[in-house]
């Protein structure tokens, strides 16, 4: 995936200033550079609880699950999902290598620097440069092997870093394959259709990437931001959060809501690849990540999306709409294409395809 996504990253190189984090260990209260202004309410934190306000859990076992993602996607556009088949003991190793990696000092961390024009390794979030304020995150982003990257940081004790990723990564993409079928079913796609897209094919050079997510006890919670709000940009992502919670989806005329971490499921939430090829009936959902005071909290996102060159084309001839043809919504793009256009205009890119 490296060799035709990384172009989009050489196109659209990030400042410094946007790259390298905080040491977040050297400051005892919010610097002004990290403090947000107050919008849609305060606090961050606003939580509902109850059935109503809770992303659907699925278990993937169930003869129904594929009706049952659909039905969550078409509503929420993210769930959680249990019984799939991924080792607790896999996350939590991953979990702890990941914490490993981040309790290094400062200075070790940034031996492993993110180059401007590149696509992996440590530094902030991507979306950094469209605010005007930072946020209180450190990622660290993997793409296949982590070797040249965990040697930067341990040159005599690399191998159980990347020996776990690894693992984990060829785990997730299994995962994503299934998940991938179980997306496309309920759509109820027809033959030809389902023939003509190139998201199928080429399942080597498919895009995927593993972003390791720390955010640091935070010593003014209510006025910082993890991640500040986004949809993501593939098909869609599976995410692992740690016991502590965090992360936070947009509810229609609701709010944000908590996704509250369950023990042993994974959140998938629906990118904007995924909303397009149903010609927009799964909606992206815009989600964020706030912080705490009291915890180190950690988050394993898996991206997954179709080879770069893939186009992608909303799916109008659905066997559901009763065989008519729909006018698509979008245009067509191809997966680079888009990843570009997100680089440029983050939230925007969507609505630039729309016909
Ligand atoms: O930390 C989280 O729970 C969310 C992470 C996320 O949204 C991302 O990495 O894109
Ligand atoms: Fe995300």
Not at 10 to 27: K, W
Not at 73 to 97: M, N, R, Y
Not at 110 to 135: C, E, H, N, V
Not at 196 to 203: E, K, N, V, Y
Request: hydrophobic content about 40%; glycine content about 6%.
């Amino acid at each position: 995936m490296a060799s035709t996504l990384s172009q989009v990253f050489r196109d659209n190189p990030l400042p410094l200033n946007h790259i390298i984090p905080l040491d977040f260990t050297s400051v005892h209260s919010l610097p002004e550079s990290h403090v947000w202004p107050a919008f849609d309410g305060f606090p961050f934190g606003t939580t509902y609880p109850g059935e109503k306000f809770s992303i659907p859990i699925i278990d993937l076992m169930d003869p129904n699950a594929a009706q049952l993602v659909g039905h969550a996607c078409e509503k929420w556009g993210a769930f959680q999902l249990t019984s799939h088949g991924l080792p607790s003991i896999l996350t939590d190793d991953v979990e702890s290598q990941t914490r490993r990696l981040f309790a290094l000092p400062a200075h070790e961390k940034m031996k492993a620097l993110r180059l401007p024009s590149g696509g992996t390794d440590y530094g902030q979030a991507r979306i950094s440069p469209f605010y005007p304020k930072f946020m209180w995150h450190e990622g660290f982003t993997i793409m296949g092997s982590a070797v040249d990257h965990a040697r930067k940081l341990w040159p005599d004790d690399y191998k159980g870093f990347c020996d776990v990723m690894e693992d984990y990564q060829k785990k997730m993409k299994e995962l994503a394959e299934s998940l991938l079928h179980i997306f496309l079913e309920p759509l109820d796609i027809s033959k030809e259709e389902y023939r003509s897209t190139t998201i199928q094919r080429g399942r080597e050079a498919c895009n995927t990437a593993l972003q390791l997510n720390s955010y640091p006890p935070c010593p003014d919670p209510n006025r910082a931001m993890g991640l500040a709000p986004h949809t993501d940009s593939l098909l869609f992502t599976i995410v692992h959060q740690s016991h502590t919670s965090g992360l936070q989806i947009l509810r229609d005329g609701v709010g944000w809501i908590t996704v509250f971490p369950l023990e042993g499921a994974l959140v998938v939430n629906v990118g904007d690849l995924l909303h397009i090829l149903p010609n927009g009936r799964y909606p992206s959902v815009l989600h964020r990540a706030v912080v705490n005071q009291a915890e180190h909290r950690i988050s394993l996102a898996y991206f997954y999306g179709p080879p770069a060159d893939s186009l992608i084309s909303p799916l109008c001839n659905l066997v559901s709409s009763g065989q008519q043809v729909v006018a698509p919504r979008y245009r067509s793009v191809s997966v680079k294409e888009y990843v570009d256009l997100m680089e440029k205009h983050k939230e925007k890119a969507l609505s630039l395809l729309r016909l």
